[in-house]
Structures are given as C-alpha cells and as structure tokens.
C-alpha cells in the first residue's frame, strides 16, 4: 500500500512539474512574435521593435545568475519557481489587457488592433508586463534543477528505489510524455492559427496561472537552500578568462535576429506552402529542434570536439548564417520592388517564407554550439585550473633548479587532460555502474563534494546564457551605431530598409572577430606570461 502511494506520489510530481515545462513552450512562442506585434498594431519602426524585443530577451538570459545565487543562498528551487510563476501570470495578464479590444470601454479608445486605439493605459500596462513576464521566463532555467531535487535526487539514496523507479515509473512516464508531446502539438497549433492578440497573449496567462496553482497545491516539499559557492582559487580562473567573453558576446549579437528582424521579414511572406497555410511555427520550432539537438550533442560532451574548436565552429555557422540571410533578403527586397510593395507593409511578399529555413537552422546551431561549447570551456576552467594550478606550483617548488620550459602551464595541463581518447573495450555496464557509485558515498547519500560540483556546473551553464544576453543587448548599441552612420539601411519598416546591407556587416564584423580569436584562444592561453597578466 504505501508503494502504491509513493508511486502515486511520484507520478503526480512528475507530471505537475512536465505540465509547467510544457507551459513555457506556449509563452516563449507568444514572446517569439513580439516585434510583430509592435510593427503590425503599435506601428513602432524597426529598429525601436528590435530593441525592446532584444532588451527583454537579455532581460532573460542575464537574470537567472542572480537568481541562481538566491536559490543557493535563500529560498530554494520551489520558492523560487512559485515566485516566478506568479510574475508571469500576472505579467501575461497585463499583457492582455494592454491589447485595444480589452479596455476600450474603460480608457476612451477604439477596440481596434491599430495605433490609435493604444493609449497612455495600454502602454503604462504593456512596459509593466515586460519585466514581469522576463522574471517569470527567468525562472523556467530552475525547473530542471527543481525536477531533479524531487524526482532524480531521492531516488539516488537507495537502490531499490533506484528500481522501483526505474520498473514501475519510466513506462507511464513514457505513455504520459507521448500524451504531453501530442497536447503540446495541439496546444500550440491552435495558438498559433489565433489572430487576435488578445487571445494569443490571454492562452499563456491562462496556462501559467494554473502550473502555478497546481504547484502550490501539490505534495512537493521545498528544499533548503544550500551554500554552494565559489573557492578563491575558481574566482580566479574565472576573472583569469574574463578578456574571452569579448570574443564570445558577437555570438549573441548574431543570435539575437532570430526574434527579431528574421520573424519579422518571415511575418510578410507568403506563409503557404503548397496548398496549406503555415505559421511562423513552421520556421521556429526547426530552429528550437536544432539548437536543442547542438547543446545536447555527445561530439562536443565527448571532447571529439574539444570547446575551442566548438566555438570557432560556432563562429563559423554565424559568419555563413549571416551570408545566408543577406542573400535572401537581397532577392526578397527585389521581389518587394518588382510587385511595387516598398509603400505597402501589410501586403503579403510573393515569396514563400521557407526562403528563410537555411538561415533559421543556421542560427540554432550557432546557439546550441556555442552554448555548449563555451559552457565545456569554462567549466574546464573553473574545475580543473585551480588543482593543475596546484600541481604546477608544487613542480616549480620540487624543481627550484629546473628549466621554466620544463614547466608547463596549466592550460597546456588542461589541454593533455582534456584530450580526446580512443574507447577503450571495457564493459559499458560496468562503467555505468561506476558512474552511479560515484554519485554517492559510503552511506548511499549523494556525495556533497558531488553536488557542489553540479552546482557550479550550473552557474557556468547560466553564466553563457548571460553572454548571449549581453549579445542580445549589444545588438541594441550596434543597430543604433550603425543607424546613424548608414541612415537608410534602417527605415520605417522592414521593406523600405536594407537588413541585407547589416547582414553583411555582421558577416565581416564575426569574421573579423573569429580571426582575432584563434590565435587568442589556441596560442596566447598556453603561454604562462599571458595567464599571468590576469593572476
């Protein structure tokens, strides 16, 4: 009997917590056709969209760091994600009362989807629903860790539990994740078919509101928060690395078109393709699918790609993405000339929108590469510098006499750790049962060694999401700087600007950067009077 009920018990936490990943599929694709909605019903000119939509998505990807300290320090994974959750749901339903049709009677104005019709009401709730709903999509980076405090962790103190879980749990949670994938099909096509935005952005609130309510209705116990912080000698090698974060923040400058002006030329093509009438969707989730399929690549977890390799790569993929994108754009512009639509933004552009599939995938691998590879990077950096640094210091004490060449540095250390190595023909069985063994000590606790090194895994993983949200945020500067300097490269709206002119600009600007970095990252981090300079 108690079985049953834990099996219960287990299976209700698990599907809560599924429920609330499966939310933040409808929000985040609600927030994906923002600049759409500034250009088409607040008639904002391009580059001012772009900004708000690039601000808000470095809103998101900067704020988890911090949240990840006062999860670790003060409240808690559950806490946490209640919080947030609560910020969305009110975030989004300020979101939809901002839309004309919900307080027209209220505040004097039409209740049409046009510029007249927002007033001062419907803006002061639009820019107060913004940071709401990025402190609420912050808090999805928890849910992960949360799902593994209270399903994964528990379950690693004993082995029976480990089988009972195993045996009894993974099959339903295989049928029940099947329903999930076909509810979330169905969920989001129909949002997507929606052309009302008060609906679009209204579904969202709706769902958020009631994850939440099942969160705080469930049997889920928080956790206390644990200390999990850095060692002088991590802090170190962290600030030692600082100066590569120049190079890596283009990564997000060219990641950020993706939301904004790459959604906003696919928003006025043709959206058929032969005889079926297709979203935006159809362009975004290919570019999800890929970025997901990068950042859990097993090339990269493998080192057969080592990090600095991984990130030229990534840079790479950005430079023909950019290239990619002008040249659509070039032949979009000339079809937007030969139908006479230069004056006429909201006529539909005689070219399919699957033009821009290529640049779209392109852009998810450059996310997905570089997140993982500069993730592997730093987490090299951060957990192995500080024991080589040890070990070298220890040499050069034992060797007063020795020749300082004899002595290697400790990224020439981390490199010969870090090295590929050929498999060997040990039993795969065997080496998952050493891993497992690790995960726990004498007692069959979790190892807290263990736990602090995923911890600090976690704030690597959040610190490049922050990268690329300084990227997004630079954008902002970039598009302004280059505004001003070629004045018509970006005009009122996206047909009467010149994106492919940017486009190439960006194309030169990450070639330029990819340049300076290979001799950067692969030559002067090997060299102990570089590292030095930031010791």
């Not at 003060?74 to 307080?103: D, H, K, Q």
């Amino acid at each position: 009997m108690a079985s049953s009920n834990t099996r219960m018990i287990q299976m209700m936490v698990w599907v809560k917590i599924a429920v609330l990943q499966k939310t933040y599929l409808l929000t985040g694709y609600a927030m994906s056709t923002m600049i759409t909605y500034l250009t088409s019903v607040w008639k904002l000119n391009l580059t001012d969209a772009a900004a708000v939509v690039n601000v808000y998505a470095g809103a998101v990807a900067v704020m988890p760091l911090g949240m990840l300290f006062v999860v670790d320090t003060v409240i808690g994974n559950y806490w946490l994600i209640i919080l947030s959750g609560c910020a969305y749901t009110m975030g989004f339903f300020l979101l939809t009362m901002s839309t004309p049709p919900v307080l027209y009677i209220a505040t004097g104005t039409c209740g049409a989807y046009e510029a007249e019709c927002i007033g001062k009401v419907q803006k002061i709730l639009f820019y107060t629903a913004l940071p709401l709903i990025a402190l609420g999509a912050s808090g999805r980076f928890m849910v992960r860790a949360f799902r593994e405090e209270q399903l994964i962790k528990p379950l690693l103190e004993g082995t029976k539990k480990m089988k009972f879980f195993t045996l009894s749990v993974c099959p339903k949670k295989v049928r029940l994740l099947s329903f999930q994938i076909l509810v979330s099909t169905l969920v989001l096509g129909t949002t997507a078919y929606l052309k009302p935005w008060s609906l679009r952005f209204g579904f969202p609130a709706i769902f958020t509101l009631l994850a939440t309510i099942t969160l705080l209705t469930s049997t889920i116990r928080p956790h206390k928060a644990q200390r999990n912080l850095f060692t002088r000698e991590e802090i170190r090698s962290i600030l030692r690395m600082s100066p590569i974060c120049i190079f890596l923040i283009p990564i997000g400058v060219v990641s950020s078109l993706g939301n904004t002006y790459f959604t906003e030329q696919a928003s006025k093509m043709n959206h058929r393709v032969g005889s079926l009438k297709v979203s935006v969707l159809f362009l975004i989730v290919p570019r999800s699918l890929v970025r997901k399929w990068f950042s859990q690549s097993k090339y990269c977890a493998n080192k057969i790609i080592t990090p600095r390799i991984g990130i030229s790569l990534s840079m790479a993929l950005a430079i023909l993405c950019c290239i990619t994108a002008a040249l659509v754009e070039n032949r979009r512009l000339g079809v937007v000339k030969r139908h006479g639509l230069l004056n006429k933004p909201d006529e539909t552009v005689p070219m399919t929108m699957l033009w821009l599939l290529p640049q779209f995938l392109l852009i998810g691998g450059v996310s997905g590469l570089s997140e993982k590879c500069i993730a592997l990077f730093y987490t090299d950096v951060v957990l192995h510098w500080p024991k080589i640094e040890k070990d070298v210091d220890t040499q050069a004490k034992d060797k007063p006499n020795s020749k300082e060449k004899n002595i290697k540095s400790p990224m020439e250390q981390a490199n010969e750790t870090l090295k590929p190595t050929e498999k060997n023909d040990e039993d795969p069985n065997q080496a998952k049962q050493e891993t497992k063994s690790t995960e726990k000590d004498g007692e069959g606790h979790i190892d807290p060694d263990r736990a602090k090194q995923k911890s600090k895994r976690q704030y690597i993983e959040f610190f490049v999401d922050a990268l690329e949200g300084m990227g997004n945020i630079g954008s902002v500067v970039l598009v302004y700087v280059v505004g001003e300097i070629k004045p018509t490269w970006f005009q009122e709206t996206v047909n009467r600007s010149h994106l492919d002119n940017y486009y190439w600009t960006l194309a030169a600007l990450t070639a330029a950067n990819l340049i300076l970095f290979i001799p950067v990252i692969f030559y002067l981090l090997k060299s102990k009077k570089f590292t030095a300079l930031f010791a």
